[in-house]
């Protein structure tokens, strides 16, 4: 399986294992195509492509998120500080329970067994990544029933010497500065059921620290977390959950409209996938915009990139319809396309 270029790999140990794993989940695997059945009434006729049906999603019922989740998910992404523009969020529980999945994201394939196993075998229930590409740092917000101490407890018990000599606090959290094998990381806990990781490439153990610091900062409301930005955090909930997803502020970052050059009046986009039945998977994308007017305007735009990417990804069906102020998109692949199509709707593929 390709991997995704991360250049944050290397900073940090459990930050950069959780980091490859998101992304890894973007690499692609080619699928043959479908040949298109040729008419027997006209053998030379050129075939009439199979028309994309807008107009049976134009009146789908699409479900909000379930509230119990959405409020899990709400609570995960507080700690992803305004910087970071976008972050990645995955069900680890859920994945590991899902036999078609396993093949395409499991931690024996990606490494993750041998790099921090406790995290692999079953520690972390939900996770996100945030990473910034230019800065090369990355914030990792994670939700498990294990305390972060019993967890570093545990991935010192398969080999792993992490150093440190236990948590300091600020501003009533606990947080750890570690050693992770020469470099610099650090691990905060933000309430009884979730904690942050965070880490750099270059950095030193202050700042590596301060970065978690940032993320504790967002999660209490002493600064702006990404769902801070305006809009984000009801499209989030205007979508049905899933096991895996996307929020960004920065609509241009989306590799799925870099062949439009963004969509101008976009001010954020949510994305979640989750499995169908017939070995399908579903990804609801939700997309707001300034006004009624940029919807409208980007409405065009958007079927033109989804055909675009339609011809190379065969999807099973996609639709696009305009909602107020926001356009919803729905694409439908099959699971053995998930990676490959999961990596248009993830920023920094």
């Excluded at 043959?32 to 019922?61: G, H, K, L, M, N």
């Excluded at 994670?142 to 501003?171: R, V």
């Excluded at 990404?226 to 960004?248: E, K």
């Excluded at 065009?300 to 926001?326: C, M, P, T, Y």
Aim: some cysteine.
């Amino acid at each position: 399986m390709n991997k995704i270029r991360n250049p944050i790999r290397t900073a940090g140990v459990l930050a950069a294992v959780v980091a490859v794993f998101i992304l890894a989940a973007c690499a692609s695997e080619t699928i043959p195509a479908t040949p298109v059945s040729q008419s027997t009434a006209e053998p030379t006729a050129v075939p009439t492509p199979t028309p994309i049906p807008y107009e049976d999603f134009a009146s789908a019922v699409v479900p909000p998120a379930d509230p119990e989740r959405l409020a899990q998910l709400t609570m995960l992404l507080s700690l992803v500080p305004e910087s970071f523009s976008s972050t990645i969020f995955l069900d680890m529980d859920f994945l590991r329970s899902n036999e078609a999945l396993a093949s395409l994201v499991s931690p024996e394939v990606l490494g993750m067994d041998v790099a921090l196993p406790s995290i692999a075998t079953g520690l972390v229930d939900t996770i996100a990544v945030a990473a910034d590409f230019q800065a090369r740092t990355v914030v990792t917000p994670f939700q498990s029933n294990f305390a972060i101490g019993d967890m570093l407890l545990l991935a010192g018990g398969f080999g792993l010497q992490l150093g440190g000599d236990g948590p300091t606090t600020y501003e009533g959290h606990d947080v750890w500065e570690i050693n992770a094998l020469g470099t610099g990381l650090a691990m905060a806990t933000a309430n009884e059921s979730a904690g942050v990781a965070a880490s750099g490439q270059g950095l030193s153990p202050e700042e590596v620290r301060a970065l978690v610091e940032a993320s504790l900062d967002a999660f209490d409301g002493r600064s702006a977390a990404l769902l801070d930005t305006a809009g984000l955090a009801g499209l989030l909930g205007g979508v049905p959950s899933g096991f895996a997803g996307v929020a960004l502020s920065e609509c241009e970052t989306l590799p799925l409209f870099t062949g439009i050059q963004g969509l101008p009046g976009c001010t954020g986009v949510v994305v979640t996938a989750d499995i169908l039945p017939g070995d399908l998977v579903v990804f609801h994308s939700l997309i707001g915009f300034t006004g009624l007017d940029a919807t409208a305007s980007a409405m065009q735009k958007a079927i033109e990139a989804l055909e675009d990417q339609n011809e190379s990804h065969d999807f099973e069906d996609l639709g696009v319809r305009q909602e107020d102020g926001n356009l919803r998109v729905r694409v439908i692949v099959d699971v053995s396309k998930f990676t490959e199509v999961f990596r248009l709707f993830s920023p920094g593929s």
